[in-house]
Structures are given as C-alpha cells and as structure tokens.
C-alpha cells in the first residue's frame, strides 16, 4: 500500500459528533486525497491536497473539511456527523509534478469504514 | 457528475476466457486509469494510457483509447480467478498544478474456477 496508513480503520459514532480521519504516508508524495466510496456511486472526492496548506474542494465536500500541515498527514474532519456520511473512507496520495511520466498514479490506503447512528 | 461509465456494471466469466470491459467519458482527458479493487482493500493501480496514445500493454492486460469516441477498454487475458475483483476507469484532467481523478461506478468481474 506504497506506506499509506489511515486511521481508524473502523469507527462508530452518533449523529452530531466530530469525527476526524487521520491519513499518514512515508512517500513524501506532494499529492494527497480523500474520496469517499459507496454504493452505486463508485469512488467520488471530497478534498484533495496539492502541497502543505493547499487544500481545494472536491465534487462531494458540504460537511467536510480538511486540513494538511506537513507533508505525511491529511486529516478529514466532519464536523457534525450524519447519517449520510455513513461510508467508506479512502486515502490516496501522488508523488511528483503531475506532468512528470510515472507520477500519474495514485495509490491508496486501506480505507476508513465509518458508521454514523 | 461522474467523468466515467463503466460497462458492463458486472460480468462473470469462466477460468482462461478473456474479460473485456468498457469506459466512456465526457470531456477531454491527460489521461485515463485503470484500477482494480479486491473486495475490502484499496485501490490498486494497473494501468494508465496517455491521450496521445492508442494501445498499450501490460501482462495479460490490454487497454485502448479512443479520443474521437471518448471511450476506452480493458481487455483481461486468460483470466484466473484470483483476477475476480471490482475494476474502476479514471479519467485526469490537469490544470496547472492540480491533479484530480474522477472515477466510474466500477465493474464486478467474477471469474469462475
């Protein structure tokens, strides 16, 4: 898995509580990125990051924020948990400019499956 | 919306037959991915073929591209059934420093022993 952790991998929470997903890499990759995975949606992203404090906002971000302060961690917070966001949670980083050949793809963690009562 | 159409949403085939599946998307392309996705992990990377390219190889997989069409497919040959996994298509578009992939639904692929 190229050295990517997340953390937890399982959790539960109720409905309102913060919530914060911890994504570590040892790749010193420049890219990194949080999709959430579902049912009939495929693979879909949240936040991603182009460098230390430069986040933007993917296609599925209301109720997520993100924050990354040095290169091997990007947290994902929700900050008020809903049912909706009762999914799977997956980490991707990518290394490199993203012209450069063999920087092009991403690889993933082990995903975060979280449950919201 | 999603970048990506996977076709078919799922397909079952036997030990040593070949498994095509098919992509298309909507808007120009960098480049398009292949991954592959064993039931409970990550993705896994398998293949990526450029828009200035037409064919490429890797093992017994096999992916074309076709720009004009917007479409493109996976051909796995002699498949085994440890090839039986979800297969997602992803499309990158890159604007200036940023890199972003949007993926399909994704392919079951079952392969019978």
């Known amino acids: 898995d190229a050295g990517i952790t997340q953390s937890p991998r399982h959790k539960v929470t109720e409905t309102g509580t913060p919530v914060t997903l911890r994504c570590h890499q040892t790749e010193n990759h420049r890219y990194m990125y949080w999709y959430r995975q579902d049912p009939g949606h495929g693979l879909r992203l949240i936040h991603y990051?182009?460098?230390?404090?430069?986040?933007d906002k993917g296609e599925v971000s209301d109720g997520y924020s993100v924050s990354r302060s040095k290169t091997e961690d990007f947290l994902l917070t929700l900050e008020s948990a809903t049912s909706s966001q009762t999914s799977v949670y997956f980490c991707?980083?990518?290394?490199?400019?993203?012209?450069?050949?063999?920087?092009?793809?991403?690889?993933f963690g082990p995903g975060t499956r979280l449950t919201v009562l | 919306s999603q970048q990506g159409e996977e076709d078919p949403q799922a397909l079952s085939i036997q030990e040593g037959e070949n498994a095509t599946m098919n992509c298309s998307y909507k808007t120009s392309i960098n480049n398009l991915q292949w991954y592959r996705q064993n039931s409970g992990r990550g993705l896994v990377h398998l293949i990526l073929?450029?828009?200035?390219?037409r064919e490429k190889h890797s093992g017994r997989l096999r992916v074309t591209l076709d720009t004009s069409k917007k479409s493109s497919s996976l051909l796995i040959t002699a498949s085994r059934a440890a090839d039986t996994a979800s297969y997602f298509c992803a499309t990158e578009r890159l604007t200036g420093a940023n890199s972003k992939l949007t993926f399909g639904k994704g392919i079951t692929l079952s392969v019978r022993p």
């Open positions: 991707a980083t990518k290394g490199g400019l993203a012209t450069l050949v063999g920087f092009n793809e991403q690889f």
């Open positions: 073929i450029r828009s200035n390219e």
């Open positions: 990051s182009y460098g230390v404090k430069d986040t």
